[in-house]
């Protein structure tokens, strides 16, 4: 694999990266009553150590009741969270990495645990968890504006904590991506509407929000995809078009970068040319662009939750596009959630070493 590519250098508005690898943020929970611990920082400190560019964490709740569905979750709010916060940051710092937490709400998404439910209602833009299945309440404007709220103080303490950049999760069918989705976002007043570019007004004031809280030189990420857990066929944008519209929208209100989910990254988003999510939103945006879906092993993460046992893959396919310009950095899962130490075996050459990805890995922060 000829990867020279995915280890120059990356330097963005304070951002100075090693290499163009990105630990692609995976739910773990293995924070006890949604505390990190010793366990959760050292699992994030053998990410540093095997020289991944940038750590974005797995989701962490924002201080609304319930942001999270797993009690074993990790929450960004609190005395005790934020101190374990601290001590994943510098851990991560002591072993020369870069980390960015990402800042999460499920809404209308069930809990896993049938005998746990959150400590309030599930938020949701219309009380609908897919087309036509009620679940969740709509939420009032003092609960919009809380939310809203939520993200901007998570994003706050971020900073403090000397997290070099913060990630917003506005994709996979979550509470942000449940807004931008016609089929979840029926309401009628200001943030609903018959057009994406309207729909995007409640990811924008958070945006906003966030902009204003941690200032203008530092980098706010958001995670948005056009599938959704709820069904993975969905496309917000059916056209060139109507992603500029969708995304110039972000971008204005205060993102520096879209990380740009795909079940598969080698599949074109539009038909007429090859490039992908990530490739069209860097293009229509001219902002820097992640991309990510199923990076270095065979077979895509969906059904490999689901159990299917994945093998090493060729990047050359991968390197071809980011050497091309499409887009600026390369989020990595499973792979990564696997090996600690893949990032080193790829810059050294050593493919012989590279593991098979096991869902069993899912059981243990290895």
């Keep these: 694999m000829a990867a020279d590519a995915l280890f120059q250098p990356f330097a963005f508005k304070g951002l100075n990266l090693k290499n163009r690898i990105v630990m692609a943020p995976m739910t773990r929970s293995f924070s006890p009553g949604g505390v990190v611990n010793e366990e959760v920082a050292a699992y994030y400190r053998r990410r540093a150590e095997g020289q991944v560019g940038l750590i974005i964490s797995e989701g962490t709740g924002v201080n609304r009741p319930a942001s ?10 609190g005395e005790s969270e934020l101190a374990g916060w601290k001590r994943v940051i510098d851990e991560v710092h002591a072993a020369g990495g870069v980390m960015a937490p990402q800042l999460w709400h499920v809404g209308a ?70 807004f931008f989705w016609d089929g979840t976002n029926v309401r009628e007043d200001a943030y609903g509407s018959k057009d994406l570019p309207g729909r995007a007004r409640f990811a924008a004031d958070i945006l906003k929000a966030v902009r204003k809280a941690v200032g ?27 992603m500029e519209a969708w995304l110039t929208a972000l971008t204005d209100a205060g993102a520096d970068m879209l990380h740009c989910s795909q079940r598969r990254f080698w599949e074109p988003e539009f038909e007429g040319s090859d490039l992908n999510f990530a ?45 091309r310009g499409d887009f600026d950095l390369v989020a990595v899962g499973r792979a990564v959630l696997q090996d600690p130490n893949w990032v080193v075996k790829v810059k050294e050459g050593r493919e012989a070493e590279l593991m098979n990805y096991d869902a069993k890995a899912l059981a243990t922060l290895s």
Aim: glycine share 10%; aromatic share 10%.
């Design 68 to 77: 999270v569905n797993d009690k074993n979750v990790p929450r960004f709010y």
């Design 109 to 178: 998404v069930r809990t896993r645990d049938p005998e746990w439910a959150p400590p309030g209602p599930y938020d949701s833009p219309s009380g609908l968890s897919r087309p036509g299945k009620e679940f969740g309440q709509p939420m009032t404007d003092e609960e919009v504006a809380d939310a809203i709220q939520a993200f901007a103080d998570a994003a706050a303490h971020a900073k403090a904590l000397g997290f070099e950049a913060v990630e917003l999760h506005g994709a996979h069918g979550y509470l942000i991506d449940q």
């Design 216 to 242: 203008p030189d530092y980098p706010v990420i958001i995670r948005i995809s056009q599938w959704k857990q709820q069904d993975y066929d969905v496309k917000l944008a059916t056209t060139p078009k109507e």
């Design 279 to 323: 490739g069209w939103a860097k293009k229509l945006t001219g902002v820097p662009t992640i991309t990510v879906g199923s990076v270095g092993l065979t077979g895509e993460f969906i059904a490999a939750w689901g159990g299917e046992q994945s093998k090493p893959a060729s990047l050359d396919e991968l390197v071809r596009r980011l050497d």
